[in-house]
């Protein structure tokens, strides 16, 4: 499967619901307010938002569609449009260009997003770029975790920093650093315990990672990437919120497209937050993530057949 047809197979469940929307519109040959508000609740169901759903419906109510066309394909068209005049601004790949200098990306977000997983993938992108890749094993709150992380740096052939269960994150990430300085690397990926945004000292401690990051680099984090996992619904626009306020995201990552007809998510994000879109995972396999390209999200999105 190439990279395009598997970003495709992502998004089949997405799709078919709104493929579903578009069916009854279809059928009656004509867009009238009821296939409208049809149309509109299952944009809304794939998790697009109130706010995107209700612009798709005014936008296509208000162009006159010629009813001898191909209706499906005049109203994906439209839809296409609009996905790719919104998110194309939002797509940013120099995360993924070889650094002359070293890089400290720190990796957020709530439990269980795949943000341990997401470290292996870009590990993998950017070994590939000829980095010298390290990882910090700043999830020292499971064994397990430690161990998952070590698996991926093998997997990938990247350096680990790690200490044992229990240990303090920030040391980890202090280690890390200063072992990338010392030995030319120029990319260090931060691993951090998933964490409720709701837990005040398990955000402190998150901050005390970027903080002592600083004090070996005043620049680093350069990057802080939130990992939202797209079938959590609408709570992802709550974890990017929280997230910002502790320490300023500088780009998302979201995982579990494959699986879910709520990929739609990720146009309720950025119409509500203007972040960059780094990449987007699409399975649990080391080639399972996709620099973001808003065109190629938008014919997933969208496809009908
Ligand atoms: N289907 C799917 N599973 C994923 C993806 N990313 C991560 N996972 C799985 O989600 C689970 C949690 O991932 P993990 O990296 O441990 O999450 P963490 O707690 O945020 O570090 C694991 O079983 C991963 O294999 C993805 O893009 N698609
Ligand atoms: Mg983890």
């Given at each position: 499967?190439?990279i395009?047809?598997?970003?495709k197979?992502?998004?089949?469940?997405?799709?078919?619901?709104l493929?579903?929307g578009?069916?009854?519109i279809?059928i009656?040959?004509?867009?009238?307010?009821?296939?409208l508000?049809?149309?509109e609740?299952?944009?809304?169901?794939?998790?697009?938002?109130?706010?995107?759903?209700?612009?798709?419906?005014?936008?296509?109510s208000?162009?006159k569609?010629?009813?001898?066309?191909?209706?499906?394909?005049?109203i994906?068209n439209?839809?296409?449009d609009?996905?790719?005049?919104?998110?194309?601004?939002?797509?940013?790949?120099?995360?993924?260009?070889?650094?002359?200098?070293?890089?400290?990306?720190?990796?957020?977000?709530?439990?269980?997003?795949g943000?341990?997983?997401?470290?292996?993938?870009?590990?993998?992108i950017?070994?590939?770029k000829?980095?010298?890749?390290?990882?910090?094993?700043?999830?020292?709150?499971?064994?397990?975790?430690?161990?998952?992380?070590?698996?991926?740096?093998?997997?990938?052939?990247?350096?680990?920093?790690?200490?044992?269960?229990?240990?303090?994150?920030?040391?980890?990430?202090?280690?890390?650093?200063?072992?990338?300085?010392?030995?030319?690397f120029?990319?260090?990926?931060?691993?951090?315990?998933?964490?409720?945004q709701?837990?005040?000292?398990?955000?402190?401690?998150?901050?005390k990672?970027?903080n002592?990051?600083?004090?070996?680099?005043?620049?680093?984090?350069h990057?802080?990437?939130?990992?939202l996992?797209?079938?959590?619904?609408?709570?992802?626009?709550?974890?990017?919120?929280e997230?910002?306020?502790?320490?300023?995201?500088?780009?998302?990552?979201?995982?579990?497209?494959?699986?879910?007809a709520?990929?739609?998510?990720?146009l309720?994000?950025?119409?509500?937050?203007?972040?960059?879109?780094?990449?987007?995972?699409?399975?649990?396999?080391?080639?399972?993530?996709?620099?973001?390209?808003?065109?190629?999200?938008?014919d997933?999105?969208t496809?009908?057949?």
């Amino acid at each position: 499967m190439g990279i395009f047809d598997k970003f495709k197979s992502g998004f089949k469940k997405s799709a078919s619901a709104l493929k579903s929307g578009l069916k009854e519109i279809i059928i009656k040959k004509e867009i009238n307010d009821d296939n409208l508000n049809k149309l509109e609740e299952f944009l809304i169901q794939s998790d697009v938002g109130v706010e995107a759903a209700s612009e798709i419906k005014e936008i296509i109510s208000n162009k006159k569609i010629d009813p001898n066309k191909d209706l499906s394909l005049e109203i994906n068209n439209i839809l296409k449009d609009y996905i790719v005049s919104l998110m194309k601004p939002l797509e940013n790949n120099t995360f993924f260009e070889k650094k002359e200098k070293l890089n400290t990306t720190l990796i957020s977000g709530v439990n269980g997003v795949g943000k341990t997983t997401t470290i292996g993938k870009i590990g993998k992108i950017l070994k590939d770029k000829g980095n010298k890749v390290m990882f910090a094993a700043s999830d020292t709150f499971r064994a397990a975790a430690i161990e998952q992380l070590e698996n991926w740096a093998n997997k990938v052939d990247a350096q680990i920093i790690k200490s044992s269960q229990g240990s303090d994150p920030a040391s980890v990430a202090y280690k890390a650093i200063d072992q990338a300085i010392k030995n030319n690397f120029n990319q260090v990926l931060i691993d951090t315990a998933g964490r409720l945004q709701n837990k005040k000292n398990l955000m402190e401690e998150y901050k005390k990672i970027a903080n002592v990051a600083k004090k070996i680099d005043p620049k680093a984090p350069h990057d802080v990437i939130l990992v939202l996992d797209a079938t959590s619904g609408q709570n992802v626009i709550k974890q990017v919120e929280e997230f910002n306020k502790i320490i300023p995201i500088t780009g998302i990552i979201m995982t579990k497209l494959d699986g879910t007809a709520k990929g739609g998510i990720l146009l309720a994000l950025a119409k509500k937050y203007k972040l960059p879109i780094i990449a987007l995972g699409l399975g649990e396999k080391v080639y399972d993530l996709q620099l973001f390209d808003a065109v190629k999200f938008a014919d997933a999105f969208t496809q009908i057949n």
